[in-house]
């Protein structure tokens, strides 16, 4: 059984710091592609980073610079290391696979998901 666990949210104040961390189990992941997607209320789900099999890196214009996308060596796990965070970052995130290994910015795209993890930036 395929699983995304996502760990590291919760409440920071803005020009704060948070590290995300999902860990993948049930499968292989070494020839997918992780992202990170964020859903705010009423909003749509959007990418935020994502890493391909080969190991390009991939970033939303709204996050390029602050965050950080990485892989541990057995690609068993991927994390978002986030800085200078700011209100709107406030989302819930979530981890997703896709195994095809290429990273699209398209949340249909993706094969599995975990279940959300709450960032909340306060002002």
């Known amino acids: 059984q395929v699983q995304l666990v996502e760990s590291g949210g919760g409440l920071v104040q803005a020009g704060g710091s948070l590290r995300l961390s999902c860990a993948a189990s049930?499968?292989?992941?070494?020839?997918?592609?992780m992202g990170w997607f964020r859903q705010a209320p009423g909003k749509e789900r959007e990418f935020v980073a994502a890493?391909?099999?080969?190991?390009?890196?991939y970033y939303a214009d709204s996050v390029k610079g602050r965050f950080t996308i990485s892989r541990d060596r057995a690609k068993t796990s991927v994390f978002l290391q986030m800085n200078s965070l700011k209100p709107e970052d406030t989302a819930v995130y979530y981890c997703?696979?896709?195994?095809?290994?290429?990273?699209?910015?398209?949340?249909?795209?993706?094969?599995?998901w975990g279940q959300g993890t709450q960032v909340t930036v306060s002002s």
């Open positions: 997703a696979a896709d195994r095809s290994g290429t990273v699209y910015y398209t949340h249909s795209r993706y094969d599995y």
């Open positions: 049930g499968r292989t992941f070494s020839n997918y592609a």
């Open positions: 890493i391909s099999k080969s190991g390009g890196i």
